[in-house]
């Protein structure tokens, strides 16, 4: 039994999970354990695995998506020509709307569609994309995930909570087996974070302090809104071993109030829904190690390796083989450190110099709503919208900053934005609506979706 592992916590990890894993055929515990394995891999034997990896992916690739097949033959290459890891350079990177326009031909032949699981971004830059993978890539995503959580001091069996805001992770109408999973195997309370007001908050509170969950994850800037409360009220006794801070840039100021206020330290992530976890924080905070033997992870100043200096992030998915993601341009900033963890891991380390930022819109009655919220729960359910900014300046009135998509209705579309946004930011909020050609990102290579004035 682990150091202050509870006999129940033990026996869900060893015994529970194991058991329901085998049972619906999961192989998360087994790449879970090989993941474990891998983290301590020299730099030279991961990037050996690496290359391996990704010239099996190429030519899958090349053979069975249409798309890739043709962007190869468009630049001049075939999987054939790729002989040093140095030729990476030459495959063409491919963006996100890239795959919005040609989904269909990016996936795979080889497989049915009954087995790829669907999926979407959530909208944090204004135009959401679907995309897919298949069971046994849920499995590695998920197993990589255990393993960054893991490093936060929770443990498979112990409980955790979240403050989060997604939808696709706040279903409501789920099947009773998925409810009992979630709370007996996974142990897992999901607070919904989409709108903050004081009895949000101090409904979290309560339920934390029952629940006495041993990690904590959510929004950086919802943990940091939801500790100043805590602070504020002093409300004591929510203490877990770790806190995960991801979706959005933790500050400084914020990782201080965070541990100030919880009495632990925090772990901040960089991540998103195509690749799931990209890099985290291990316990000797040196830098976010890159979830290297899942994913390639560049940073290009131009077309070149950008060596020492910030450039922006390209990833390839090593492991998603039914719809290929190859050097994908997701439009972030960071540099790549050519220093080692104290810790031991073979795992590069990245600092991330841009990210998702967003900021908190105030409703009418004075609850704070979460732009990544906004962005989620609306962009990704109204088609026509190619992206979307809220600006606010003044309470009560918001200036939407709007480009046109594809499949935009004049009768309908713009009705249906200030409908749903209305659900969240009251029923009587101003909307002045400002069409654009272009909405500008930000040095980071991301653009606000939602910005505060106030």
């Not at 909208?123 to 994309?129: E, K």
């Not at 976010?288 to 020492?308: I, M």
């Amino acid at each position: 039994m682990g150091p202050g592992m509870s006999p129940l916590a033990f026996a869900i990890r060893h015994v529970v999970y194991p058991s329901w894993a085998r049972k619906n055929g999961s192989a998360v515990l087994p790449y879970l354990a090989e993941m474990e394995r891998a983290q301590y891999w020299s730099p030279e034997k991961l990037a050996e695995y690496q290359w391996s990896a990704f010239k099996k992916l190429i030519a899958h690739a090349a053979e069975t998506c249409p798309y890739y097949g043709e962007s190869l033959r468009r630049a001049g290459i075939t999987p054939a020509d790729l002989r040093t890891p140095e030729d990476i350079r030459h495959v063409p990177t491919i963006t996100k709307e890239e795959i919005q326009a040609h989904r269909d031909e990016l996936i795979s032949s080889r497989y049915a569609s009954r087995e790829l699981i669907d999926d979407m971004t959530g909208g944090s830059t204004g135009s959401p994309m679907r995309f897919c993978y298949d069971r046994d890539r849920n499995d590695t995503r998920m197993a990589a995930t255990l393993r960054h959580d893991r490093w936060s001091g929770w443990d498979i069996g112990e409980r955790r909570a979240m403050l989060w805001g997604a939808p696709q992770d706040l279903k409501r109408a789920r099947p009773l087996k998925a409810r009992l999973r979630e709370r007996l195997i996974n142990r897992r309370l999901i607070l919904d974070a989409s709108a903050l007001d004081e009895a949000a908050m101090a409904h979290f509170a309560a339920q934390l302090l029952r629940y006495q969950p041993k990690m904590l994850l959510g929004y950086a800037n919802t943990l940091a809104f939801f500790a100043r409360y805590v602070e504020a009220e002093n409300i004591r006794g929510i203490r877990p071993k770790g806190i995960i801070s991801s979706a959005e840039v933790l500050t400084e100021e914020n990782r201080a109030l965070i541990e100030r206020t919880f009495g632990c330290r925090i772990f901040n992530r960089y991540g998103c829904r195509e690749f799931a976890v990209i890099a985290s924080e291990c316990g000797e905070h040196d830098g976010l190690h890159v979830n290297a033997d899942n994913l390639l992870l560049e940073t290009l100043s131009g077309a070149e390796p950008a060596r020492g200096d910030d450039g922006e992030i390209v990833i390839t998915d090593l492991r998603n083989f039914a719809m290929p993601m190859i050097r994908y341009r997701i439009k972030d900033v960071g540099r790549l450190k050519e220093t080692r963890c104290r810790c031991g891991r073979g795992l590069p380390l990245l600092d991330v110099s841009g990210g998702r930022v967003t900021d908190f819109l105030t409703a009418t009655n004075g609850r704070k709503v979460s732009g990544i919220v906004l962005a989620t729960y609306v962009i990704t359910r109204i088609p026509g919208i190619e992206q979307v900014q809220f600006v606010q300046s003044q309470r009560g009135a918001v200036t939407l900053n709007l480009v046109k998509g594809a499949q935009w209705s004049e009768g309908s579309t713009l009705t249906s934005l200030l409908t749903k946004a209305r659900e969240f930011l009251g029923p009587d909020m101003r909307f002045e609506v400002s069409f654009r050609d272009r909405i500008h990102q930000e040095k980071s290579g991301k653009y606000r979706f939602a910005v505060s004035h106030l």
